[in-house]
């Protein structure tokens, strides 16, 4: 169960980096979560893209480790 929640999270934390870096990219002023972030795009641009990879990499390892212990059972 605690994996899933991760998996849950994960994505999440996936979508909203990958939607905030989108949006980054497309109306540079609109800096959405990150309004207060110093160091204006390139820092905000770099934030999202590590919340989507820290997402995508969460993600994946709560599926295999909830795989896992699915199998096991």
């Known amino acids: 169960m605690k994996y899933d929640v991760l998996q849950v999270l994960g994505m999440a934390l996936l979508v ?41 990499v969460v993600a994946g390892w709560a599926r295999n480790k909830a795989k896992a212990v699915r199998l096991r059972s």
């Open 16 to 56: 909203l980096g990958g939607q905030g870096a989108i949006r980054q990219l497309v109306h540079h002023d609109d800096t959405g979560l990150l309004g207060r972030l110093p160091g204006g795009f390139a820092a905000g641009i770099t934030v999202y893209v590590v919340a989507v990879a820290v997402g995508a």
